[in-house]
């Protein structure tokens, strides 16, 4: 089976497992991911806000926007990389995920990394870098590359590049970090290509 037909079926076991069952209720669509199953980046936000909820995607509202334009000025398409969350449901009133809920979807978020087996990982605010990064503070770690071993569920470790940026909504509400997350971004292909194996 191809890439896409393992994350096909990654979503139909969310969805038979009832995972996080609250959020799913009151969610419109499961928003697994959008782009290349073959890509060498993977961006992982928190979670999906009211547009991403009604069409089923990640990262389609103003953030979104957001990153598609920087994703264009750094000379990559959306559909070159992969695009996800940690939870992959809307939380009410777009609140922050709550550990709890982070914790319920990383053993799937792991599953479809190990689909996907990028070269880098790119996360986009303190959400989905506490997961590589827990004791990091994205103010002091953020446009920098680190090597960390992932382990999945069965045991098995894999090391991979981790790139922690400020989420494209912060940038939005903070003039100030709009700069930095395009810079930092402009970066990530240079990075990666002095980083990798």
């Known amino acids: 089976m191809d890439k896409q037909g393992l994350l096909d079926e990654l979503k139909a076991k969310i969805t038979e497992r009832n995972v996080c069952r609250e959020l799913a ?7 697994l991911g959008d782009g290349n199953p073959d890509a ?3 961006f992982i936000g928190e979670a999906p806000g009211k547009n991403e909820d009604e069409q089923g995607l990640p990262f389609v509202g103003a953030a979104g926007k957001f990153l598609n334009e920087m994703l264009a ?19 009410p009133n777009n609140r922050d995920p709550k550990p709890e809920e982070k914790q319920e ?25 506490e997961f590589f990064l827990p004791d990091a503070k994205i ?3 953020h446009g920098h590359a680190f090597r960390k071993q992932v382990k999945f569920h069965d045991g098995r470790a894999v090391e991979w590049l981790i790139v922690p940026l ?15 997350l395009i810079d930092d971004f402009l970066n990530v292909p240079k990075l990666i290509t002095t980083s990798s194996k």
């Open 40 to 42: 060498d980046i993977v």
């Open 166 to 180: 400020y989420h494209p909504a912060a940038a939005l509400y903070n003039g100030g970090l709009r700069q930095t």
């Open 105 to 129: 979807f990383w053993p799937y978020l792991a599953e479809q990394l190990e689909i996907i087996d990028p070269k880098a990982i790119i996360t986009l605010g303190r959400h989905s870098m």
């Open 139 to 141: 103010g002091e770690v």
């Open 73 to 91: 000025a750094a000379g990559m398409d959306r559909s070159d990389v992969y695009i996800t969350n940690i939870v992959k449901y809307r939380p």
């Open 25 to 31: 209720e009151q969610a419109t669509n499961l928003v």
